[in-house]
């Protein structure tokens, strides 16, 4: 298997639908502060309470997502691997059975 | 001949991640109005249309990015087999549903395709076996040749 089909396996196109909402809740966390709804040293309001948690949240789930979809992708691809040298061995076997 | 597996974890991890954000931007177009910092009928502030948009975004990607989880759930299904073979399940509940005659041709078409498979077997090992007689033959032709070799380096 290519390098290219292994990646595209590894992060289909949802993944990078996941690294974006990744960068929206980097956006959202620090909005607050970029948008100076929020000045330093005060008090946090309740929407800047509101929009760091969602934004925390946003950046946990995301890569989560992606991670855990990588790892399911691994685990496949090895097993496959792992299944393709086993019919290999098994033809070898009875080629040689087959010639002796 | 390997069987393929399929891993529906992988899928169902994307299809939950996806859920939970399309929540997280529903809310997050209501948190303005639910929280209070938005008052109705006024102007809207900056942090209101900030995250009034960002939700709409976030909502409207999070289906999309669902939609595509999803539908490789189903491209995995059919390529393990599991949505064929419900499709023939139920081609056979509508067979049983269809008078005898009509039922006949997809009965015996199903039979062909069957006796097509153990045909095609059949010649693979048929051929393998072929393949392994003429190597054993080539070995016993190649042998005598070398013997004789042998003997002439020997003589000389």
Known sequence: MRAGEVMRRLVPPASYVL???FLTGVWLT???????????????TTSTINNVTLGGILMVVSLLGIVVYM????????????????????????????NS | ?????????????????SLAIFLAGGWLILAPFALGYQSY????????????????????VALI???????????SLRAAGVIAARSRSQAVAA??????????????????????????TLAQALAADLSARRQT???LQTNPLTEQNITNRRDA
Not at chain 1, 31 to 39: L, N
Request: charge should be neutral.
């Open chain 2, 137 to 139: 033959g080539g070995d």
């Open chain 1, 71 to 98: 790892g399911f992708a691994l685990r496949d691809l090895m097993r496959e691997a792992q299944a393709k040298q086993l019919a290999e061995q098994t033809a070898r076997a009875e080629a040689a059975s087959a």
């Open chain 1, 30 to 44: 620090m909005s607050p502060f970029a948008m100076q709804t929020q000045s330093s040293g005060q008090r946090w």
């Open chain 1, 19 to 21: 690294v974006l909402f």
């Open chain 2, 1 to 17: 001949m390997s069987v393929t597996r399929p891993s529906l974890g992988k899928y169902i991890c994307g299809m939950v991640a």
């Open chain 2, 41 to 60: 009928g006024a102007d809207w502030v900056s942090q209101t249309t900030n995250d009034f948009v960002v939700g709409i975004c976030v909502a409207v």
């Open chain 2, 65 to 75: 990015a669902f939609a595509l989880f999803f539908f490789s759930l189903l491209g």
């Open chain 2, 95 to 120: 067979l049983a549903a269809t008078p005898s005659h009509a039922a006949a041709a997809p009965v015996a078409t199903s039979n062909q395709s069957d006796l097509d498979r153990t045909l095609a």
